[in-house]
């Protein structure tokens, strides 16, 4: 008697962002970083590190207000989660508050 067994991953990696502030510099100019924005990552089996992307890092004086940017995450399985944080740009800090989504393909 034979038995195969197939192990399948369908679930997306849990992440949440949180918020930040930009500011922006003398030539009104800031960025983030993946770091800026994740909070906290989890996956029933591995992160794919090389996957991480944010849809915009670098801003101007022509973004300054709120931005909601998207952080993306693969697992190594090709399974992404997404969350949405709302990044606020200008010159002085606020206190600003966490979003978060996750999705799968």
Same mark, same amino acid.
Request: hydrophobic content about 30%.
């Given at each position: %008697?034979?038995?195969?067994?197939?192990?399948? +991953?369908?679930?997306?990696?849990?992440?949440?962002?949180?918020?930040?502030?930009?500011?922006?510099?003398g030539d009104g100019a800031g960025?983030?970083?993946? +770091?800026?924005v994740l909070s906290s990552r989890?996956?029933? %089996?591995?992160?794919?590190? /090389?996957?991480?992307?944010? /849809?915009?890092?670098?801003?101007?004086?022509?973004?300054s207000g709120d931005v909601q940017?998207?952080?993306?995450?693969?697992?190594?399985? #090709?399974?992404? #989660?997404? %969350?949405?944080?709302?990044?606020?740009?200008? /010159?002085?800090?606020?206190?600003?508050?966490?979003?978060?989504?996750?999705?799968?393909?």
């Amino acid at each position: %008697c034979e038995t195969i067994v197939i192990v399948e +991953d369908n679930l997306a990696p849990l992440i949440f962002c949180q918020s930040t502030f930009v500011h922006l510099n003398g030539d009104g100019a800031g960025s983030i970083e993946v +770091d800026d924005v994740l909070s906290s990552r989890s996956d029933n %089996c591995a992160v794919n590190e /090389s996957s991480t992307s944010l /849809s915009q890092k670098d801003f101007d004086f022509t973004n300054s207000g709120d931005v909601q940017v998207s952080l993306s995450i693969s697992d190594i399985h #090709g399974n992404v #989660g997404t %969350c949405v944080s709302n990044i606020t740009v200008g /010159s002085t800090s606020t206190t600003t508050t966490s979003s978060t989504t996750s999705t799968s393909t």
